[in-house]
């Protein structure tokens, strides 16, 4: 049985994975439109993997009995200007969403939820990868990003990725 409190946590993160797809989806069109497609790629890729995320919340929550309430998604930052900037915005947003797992791993803990405990133990692995990428990108920028046949290589590289659906296991 899932108490109150970790029913509610679990929905506010099917959020939180849902506003990602939203702000990955963002940032891909505001990449297409600078003609930056292998960018647009990885964002786009990356907002498929980010609703992955939430259905595999959606889905347990559902295997347990334990009622889903979907909530209004937020409009998301559209402030965007240039690669660098938008992959500093992604980093700083994947450490939020890397607290909020660790808040629901803390609580099903304070509440003896030892199932869901177990659960979100894939979500902090992930987590740990879902920065990864955004700091290798961001060093590669650093590096080489200010001139246009790097970032055009780096481009062609981020082109490249593929989307694969995410299983829990
Ligand atoms: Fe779902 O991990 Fe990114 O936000």
Known sequence: MISDKVKEILNEQINKEFYSAYLYLAMSAYFDDKGLYGFANWTKVQAKEEVDHGMIIFDYMNDRDCAVHLKQIDV?????????????KILKHERYVTS????????????????????????LKEQVEEEKNASDIIAKLKLFGDEKVSLYLIDKDLAKREYKSHEYN
Do not use: G, K
């Not at 998301?76 to 992959?87: A, H, R, Y």
């Not at 797992?101 to 133990?121: G, H, K």
């Open 100 to 123: 909020s797992i660790e808040s629901i791993a803390n609580l099903s803990m304070d509440e003896c939820d030892l199932a869901t405990r177990n659960f979100i133990n894939w979500y």
């Open 76 to 88: 998301p930052d559209t402030d965007f200007s240039s690669p660098i900037q938008v992959f500093e």
